[in-house]
Structure formats: C-alpha cells, structure tokens
C-alpha cells in the first residue's frame, strides 16, 4: 500500500479585491473564492490530474498546496506533516521535496543566465556541495530528461519550447523533488513535441517513484498521464475517480459535457452529426456565480429537464461529494 | 463545390531578413496551393512551419518590414481577376557575396504605395481574415456592434448606419450571439474570447466576402467553447456556401470541417490532397510527417489502445539553416537504405501520386 503524500482537507483561498485605495477602511472589499473548499489526497507514485475551465481555480490550488499562496482555511498535510501554517525557514527545508513546473516557460527561466547556472543555482541552493560534484549531476540531469549538453551554455531564449520545457523539469529534479506540481507544462506546446513531454513525464515517473498534481485543460492529456481526475467548477471539485471513469463514466453532468464537448477527429466518410446538441441551450459562457446552491444550476441541462427542482438553488443543500462506489465521488443532487 | 479555383497560390516563397544572424529566414519557401470555390482548405502544421505567414502574404500584410515575397498568388473571385504580387519583386535588391545574402534592400515606400493599391480593393472585400487572438485583434475603445457595422458600410454598398446596423444585428444573431441588441453595445474586454471569436467572424463575413481566412479560430479556448466554434463554422460553411482557408494546428478541428488539407513543414507543403485520404486512418499511402503528427494527437483512440503517445523525436526545422536534402529527414523514422541518398542530398518535390493526393518524399516516387 503506497503511502499518502499529499492531503488537502477542505481548503480555501479568497482573494480580497479592494476597491480603491482608501477601501480597507470604507470596508469596501469584495471577496473572489477562488477555491472554496477542496479536499483529496495524493499517493506516492501516483499522478492526480486537475481539470476545469479557465478560472476555475486549478492553478490556485497548485499554488496553495506547496504553499505559494497562504490558504485562507483548510490544511494542506505534506508527507504526514501538517504546513498549512509552517514559518518560512522550516518550509524552506520542505521545498526541496516540493516543486512546481510553472505555465509560462519564458518567465520561469533567467533570461540573463546560462542553462548551466539556472541548473547549478538551484542545486546548489539546497545541497552544499561544490563544483565537481555539481557538474556531475548536472550531467546526470541532463541524461535523465535527455537533453543534449550542447546546451547548457545556451541562453533560454535559444532554445524551443520543448527543450526549455526539459529544463524546467531538470531543474525541478535537480533538488531531488518527490512531489511535483505540472500546472499546464503542455499547454504552449505542438503536438509532436507535447507528446515527448508527455512521455518524459511518464517514464521519469516510473523511474524515480515521483507524484505530480497534474493541472490542465487539455482533458486528453490529463486522462493518459492521470490515475485519478479531479474536475472543478467555480472554485470546488464537482467529480473526482479514476481517469478512465471519469472520461468515460462521468456522473456529473459538467464532466460529461466537458468530455463530450471535445472535438474529436473523425472518420469523415461518416461524420458523426454535432455530438453538442444541447450546444444551443449552453448559451454564453460566463462566470457570474449564482448566489446560492449549486454553483452549475445555471449552465446545467439535467436542472432545466428536471423543470429546475427546488434543492438545486437552496443554498441550505449545496450538493457535496458523495461516494459512489469504486473510488469515484460526484457533487450532485441527480448524478447521471 | 466546383472545380473553378477562387484562389491560386503558385511558388509562393516570403522570406525575412535577419540584420543579426546575416541571413535570411525562409517562412514560407514554395508554396502552391488552390482553394475552390465553396470548399474548405484545411491548413495544418506546427508552430513555425509557415501558415500564418502565407494567409498573411495572401493579405499582403508582410509589406511592411524586411519581408520578401515572390511567387504568384491569383485571385480568381467574380469582381477581381488578378495576380496580386503583380510587379512586387521590382521594389527588392539582394546583394550577395560568397553564396550568402549580405543585404535586403526594399523600396519600402514604392512597394507599399504599389501593393496598397492592388490589396485595397481585396482586403475584407474579396477576402477577409479572422485572425488568430479574438481578444487583441478587435479595437477595444469601440462598441463590437459598431466595428461590424463599420466594416459593413465600408466594404458593402449599405452605406447609411441604420441600414448597416440592422445587418449588424442580424449577423451577429447569425452567430449566435444570444441577445444581440444587447451584446452590440458591449465593448470586447466584457466578452469572452469565444464571443470575441464569434464577433471577428462575424465582422468577416458581414462584408460577404469571396474567401475567409480563419487562422487558428480555436486556440486559446477551453474545450466547451472550442467545440461550439467548430459548429459554427460548420453550420455557416452549409447555409450560406462559405470558401474558407482554415488554418489550425489542431488535426481534429480541420479534420472536422475541411474538404481538402494541406499538411505543411518548415515553409513548405509536405503533403495535399483530399481530407478523406490524408486524415483517415487507413494504412494509406501517406506522408512519414502526417503519419507521425496523426500518432501523436492524444485522441481517446490512441489513449485506449497504447497508453502513451507516440512522440515525433527531434525538434520543429529551424527555417534559417534549411538541409539540402529532405527537410524532414533528421527527424523521419522511415528512411529505408533504398532512399536515404536521396533523402540527404536531393529535396523531393511534392508529387501526385493518387487522384489529387500529392506527396513530397521519396518513398512513393519511382
């Protein structure tokens, strides 16, 4: 039985939005909860895939859980150890063990340094050790995500997407990362190279026994590398189970949509006629959130042909994660 | 669909000038392609292979600069019969030395006022462009609805407002923008980047144009919305007999709504032909570069029988220092002894080898 290492107990991070600059003490600020209550757990050498649309708060869950952003309330526990409310200096010691693989490849790396020393600084910042020793594992480094070592005395702006990529990732490893947050780490890339990384991201898995929090709105990808999919909506988690159920046995009326909203290429002797055919009654896309009970009532089509039942907008029966069975559960008055 | 082009690009080749690499980049080096009226064109390719520089060119939006275009691109629609590179070499000197290119010296003044002149007459009129970030690419100090009808009473011979605002509103209706009458007074940061997306196709088509451009009408959205775009560009293509050029570097939005597809690498067309060949997954006679770029979609297909994706190793052609042989060779797997002296050492050209499926390697020639 693999160990926990990640447990996220109902946590939440409100942003304060302050109108003006006198507004702390009109109390004129206005609360955004972009994530309000998120719970799972994440096993060693296990991969937890986050979905949703943009703005959903997937990105500030990433960020909450290694402690980037302080959590508002709810406990984030690392390997049996509770950092929810840990000083700086003993969190300094943990993040050599957690990382994150950040979105944007061009601000993540100096553009004033070399390969070399962007990977040498952050070896050196957790291990003291000296140059020999460093050069040997950036080496080392370098093997394991198979980069060539022509490049390490290259600038980042001289390298493609996918090798800037391969250094983030090299960088990542080269404090001896167990945990790995990947927020997006495919989304600017094409297709072939994306598949490379993918692969990458796998293999190292296996072979050095890590665990990502995988975040992404690019639900394919996320059903190949993830043993487990969560899917949030407006800042909770709406469905969570295993990949393959999720993709193909979604309880939550989002989820099916989501899945079922991807543009699959298709046989074109018989094209398969609009898979959306509620796509009309979907109307606008908007994040204005409804005030009370399910945060999806108004987007959702089983609450419309259901002749929209009283539960669903009750904000006493905000509908929870329920188990279903088989390590799935689903945040629904009338799962599918 | 006919078979009377409305678009002929032949040998088209638009090239950069790098002051500090001392060379030239060659975005787009030879490419012929044809749309016919009423079809869609699907353009697939990654990043750098050279599709939006040709829509572009087609535009004449590369005048400006230190781009060089040469080839023919004929515009055969019912108002303008014309090459509309026309006398545009004239306004360009490359100096060489030693085989390499020194200096690009361009006439900018003369070929702007010359091209101008040509695309003036084309742009939005006879072909319109939607471009690829919906959100940038509309003004936004200006109500939505007052840009289309703008380029209505520009570019149609509706040329009062009222008249150009009730055509607005119902193009806008046309794409499903719910409550038009409301929407047309919104200003693009209160949209959404797929109403954006609606609002530029909207403003394209309103000019009734003979050719729409559509580069990368999806990227950037979340799957949802990008699946209803896709519809939408459907539904228009049957009700009103649109001729699109669709460029995306997503396989399964072209596969979906193109009639013909052409797969480009590095600046040049690798392979051409009819959707139905290129995209399906019969073991067809098919280019090694579409072959691999299908393999490594992640489709539910490729998810649940191999579990992994089957990556293109190598990097994307870097367009300064094109090889001389095939320029896909250093990443191809499926070089044989028979052909890889030629693979080095000759580029092959893009030859039929089916009806209207034309291939560019040598594993299908001879």
């Not at chain 1, 508002?72 to 010691?93: M, Q, Y």
């Not at chain 1, 295993?242 to 046989?267: C, D």
């Not at chain 2, 980047?193 to 559509?214: V, W």
Request: hydrophobic content about 35%; glycine content about 8%; charged content about 25%.
């Amino acid at each position: 039985m693999p160990k926990t290492i990640l447990e996220v107990i109902n946590l939440k991070k409100h942003f304060t939005h302050r109108k003006g600059l006198f507004s702390s003490f009109r109390e004129n600020q206005q609360s955004i909860p972009a994530v309000d209550g998120v719970s799972f757990y994440l096993k060693e050498n296990e991969t937890v895939g986050l979905v949703g649309e943009s703005g959903c708060g997937k990105t500030t869950v990433g960020r909450t859980v290694l402690r980037l952003e302080k959590p508002t309330s709810g406990k984030v526990i690392f390997d049996g150890k509770d950092i929810t409310s840990l000083p700086a200096d003993e969190l300094t010691l943990l993040r050599g063990q957690m990382q994150m693989i950040f979105q944007n490849l061009d601000a993540a790396l100096n553009p004033k340094m070399r390969i070399r020393n962007i990977l040498s600084e952050a070896i050196t910042v957790h291990h003291k050790i000296g140059g020999a020793e460093v050069d040997r594992r950036i080496s080392d480094l370098l093997e394991q995500v198979s980069l060539k070592k022509s490049k390490l005395s290259n600038f980042p702006h001289e390298l493609s997407g996918g090798e800037k990529r391969r250094v983030g990732l090299a960088r990542v490893l080269s404090v001896g990362a167990k945990f790995i947050v990947a927020d997006e780490p495919t989304s600017a890339l094409d297709v072939s190279i994306q598949a490379q990384v993918v692969n990458l991201l796998q293999d190292l898995q296996k072979r050095l026994g890590l665990s990502y929090l995988f975040i992404s709105h690019d639900l394919r990808v996320v059903e190949l590398i993830s043993h487990k999919v969560a899917v949030m909506y407006l800042g909770k988690i709406v469905e969570i189970g295993l990949s393959g159920r999720i993709a193909n046995k979604a309880m939550h009326p989002y989820t099916h949509i989501l899945w079922s909203s991807l543009v699959e290429k298709q046989n074109i002797e018989t094209p398969q006629k609009a898979k959306s055919v509620q796509a009309g009654r979907w109307g606008v896309f908007d994040f204005e959130r409804p005030t009370s009970g399910c945060r999806f009532a108004p987007r959702c089509p089983v609450y419309e042909s259901k002749g929209k039942p009283a539960p669903c907008t009750d904000p006493a029966t905000e509908p929870q994660l329920k188990d279903i069975g088989g390590a799935h559960q689903v945040a629904c008055h009338f799962p599918l | 669909m006919t078979t009377v082009p409305i678009l002929k690009i032949e040998d088209l080749r638009t090239y950069f000038y790098s002051r500090s690499k001392q060379a030239l980049i060659r975005s787009v080096d030879g490419v012929s392609l044809e749309i016919m009226k009423g079809e869609t064109l699907g353009v697939v390719g990654e990043s750098g292979s050279g599709k939006s520089i040709t829509a572009l060119s087609v535009l004449g939006l590369i005048g400006a600069g230190p781009g060089v275009i040469s080839g023919k691109i004929e515009l055969k629609s019912n108002r303008i019969q014309k090459n509309l590179l026309e006398d545009l070499e004239d306004f360009v000197k490359l100096t060489t030395r030693d085989g390499k290119i020194m200096e690009v010296s361009k006439d900018v003044v003369g070929w702007e006022r010359k091209a101008e002149r040509v695309m003036d007459k084309v742009r939005g009129k006879e072909i319109a462009m939607t471009f690829q970030n919906p959100g940038s690419s509309l003004n936004p100090f200006m109500p939505v609805g007052k840009q289309i009808t703008e380029a209505i009473r520009l570019h149609t011979s509706m040329k009062t407002e009222p008249e150009a605002k009730e055509r607005a509103l119902t193009w806008l209706d046309r794409v499903k923008i719910d409550s038009p009458r409301l929407r047309f007074d919104h200003y693009p940061y209160g949209l959404s980047g797929g109403m954006c997306q609606r609002i530029m196709i909207a403003m394209a088509l309103a000019s009734e144009p003979s050719l729409l451009i559509a580069d990368e009408p999806t990227t950037g959205l979340d799957a949802t919305i990008q699946s209803k775009i896709v519809d939408l560009l459907g539904e228009l293509k049957s009700e009103l007999g649109i001729t699109t050029m669709l460029i995306s570097h997503d396989i399964s939005i072209i596969s979906r709504l193109s009639d013909s597809v052409a797969v480009m690498y590095g600046g040049t067309v690798f392979e051409y032909g009819p959707a139905r060949h290129l995209l399906s997954e019969g073991e067809e006679a098919k280019h090694p570069y579409t072959s691999a770029l299908l393999a490594s979609i992640p489709s539910a297909q490729n998810i649940r029988e191999k579990g992994y994706l089957q990556a293109i190793e190598g990097d994307v052609l870097d367009t300064i220092n094109i090889p001389e042989g095939c320029r896909f060779y250093s990443r191809c797997s499926r070089v044989t002894e028979r052909i890889r002296e030629k693979c080095i050492h000759h580029e092959p050209d893009l030859r039929e080898i089916g009806s209207g499926h034309k291939v560019r390697c040598w594993l299908y020639f001879d």
